[in-house]
Nanobody, 121 residues
């Protein structure tokens, strides 16, 4: 069993910043990719940022240059620094982790509960 706990969402004015955190815990042998998706009302969930175990990052075009993903592998934690926020960034943000679990030995994707980010104009 693996749990992902997110924190850091909230309400911010356009142009402001927020930092999201997500810590994974439980029966973890290793984590390959960790990252963030978001889902706005009436829209499909979309990838925002992903970070591999080697530190390679991938971003949605809409957030490049404004958002920075990072991770602390020792703490099984992933972060999303969001700068120059826009109203269209308003969404529920979900972290995920691609986990190799100890017992049973298997690979699964796990998700956080979601955290609301609201950007006012």
């Amino acid at each position: 069993q693996v749990q992902l706990v997110e924190s850091g969402g909230g309400l911010v004015q356009a142009g402001g910043s927020l930092r999201l955190s997500c810590a994974a815990s439980g029966s973890i042998l290793s984590i390959n990719a960790m990252g963030w998706y978001r889902q706005a009302p009436g829209k499909q969930r979309e990838l925002v940022a992903s970070i591999t175990s080697g530190g390679s990052t991938n971003y949605a075009d809409s957030v490049k240059g404004r958002f920075t993903g990072s991770r602390d592998s020792a703490k099984n934690t992933v972060y999303l620094q969001m700068n120059s926020l826009k109203p269209e960034d308003t969404a529920v943000y979900y972290c995920y982790a691609h986990v190799l679990t100890r017992s049973p030995l298997r690979v699964l994707d796990y998700w956080g509960q979601g955290t609301q980010v609201t950007v006012s104009s």
